[in-house]
T-cell receptor, first 114, second 114 residues
Framework: GENVEQHPSTLSVQEGDSAVIKCTYS??????FPWYKQELGKRPQLIID?????GEKKDQRIAVTLNKTAKHFSLHITETQPEDSAVYFC?????????????FGSGTRLQVQP | DSGVTQTPKHLITATGQRVTLRCSPR?????VYWYQQSLDQGLQFLIQ???????AKGNILERFSAQQFPDLHSELNLSSLELGDSALYFC?????????????FGPGTRLLVL
């Protein structure tokens, strides 16, 4: 199946700084890469996604970049705020399910210090 | 609010027992996915149904089963429960069943097996 590796596992930044989380995937045929934010005890919430026909997508303070050659994609959060503190998961389609289900990275706990 | 609903929110039961978790997808979504989230295994895909039929299977134990009903709600049945089954169980839904479908998660059911 798909293997998705995510780094770092924890990230602490000062309010107003930028945060970057990186993921690598193994299935070169993967074409969809979502990012989810999960607050403690809550559901994973889709914050942004990217498909393989573009290299970058931006939504206000959040952006995702995709490098298909290197098989990695990254989440960039600018001007971080305390409410950005959460666990962030990257994901990619799971090959052994016909790419229907998602394989998730192990998560990054982001702490934004006020 | 993603539009996906799950009941119950919390469930406490004993080893050896059987429980049923329920999920209603977003209006118009035909596909339902079940995921298990535990501290040591992260978010793991269990099974997917599309319009009443099983479409993909992940690391689902034989003690677990699921189905999707004509009104598109889904139930996940967990039997002969063990301590290690304690986890958050999420369902997600998407419009279709293809490669790279956007999935929206429900609030989850927290299961505690004592």
């Amino acid at each position: 199946g798909e293997n998705v590796e995510q780094h770092p596992s924890t990230l602490s930044v000062q309010e107003g700084d930028s945060a970057v989380i990186k993921c690598t995937y193994s299935d070169s045929a993967s074409n969809y890469f979502p990012w989810y934010k999960q607050e403690l005890g809550k559901r994973p919430q889709l914050i942004i996604d990217i498909r393989s026909n573009v290299g970058e997508k931006k939504d206000q303070r959040i952006a995702v970049t995709l490098n298909k050659t290197a098989k990695h994609f990254s989440l960039h959060i600018t001007e971080t705020q305390p409410e950005d503190s959460a666990v962030y998961f990257c994901a990619a389609p799971q090959r052994n399910t016909g790419r229907r289900a998602l394989t998730f990275g192990s998560g990054t706990r982001l702490q934004v210090q006020p | 609010d993603s539009g996906v609903t799950q009941t119950p929110k919390h469930l406490i039961t004993a080893t050896g027992q059987r429980v049923t978790l329920r999920c209603s997808p977003r209006s118009g979504d035909l596909s339902v996915y079940w995921y298990q989230q535990s501290l040591d295994q992260g978010l793991q895909f269990l099974i997917q149904y599309y319009n009443g039929e099983e479409r993909a299977k992940g690391n689902i134990l034989e003690r677990f089963s699921a189905q999707q009903f004509p009104d598109l709600h889904s139930e996940l049945n967990l039997s002969s429960l063990e301590l290690g089954d304690s986890a958050l169980y999420f369902c997600a839904s998407s419009v279709d069943s293809g490669d790279g479908e956007t999935q929206y998660f429900g609030p989850g059911t927290r299961l505690l097996v004592l």
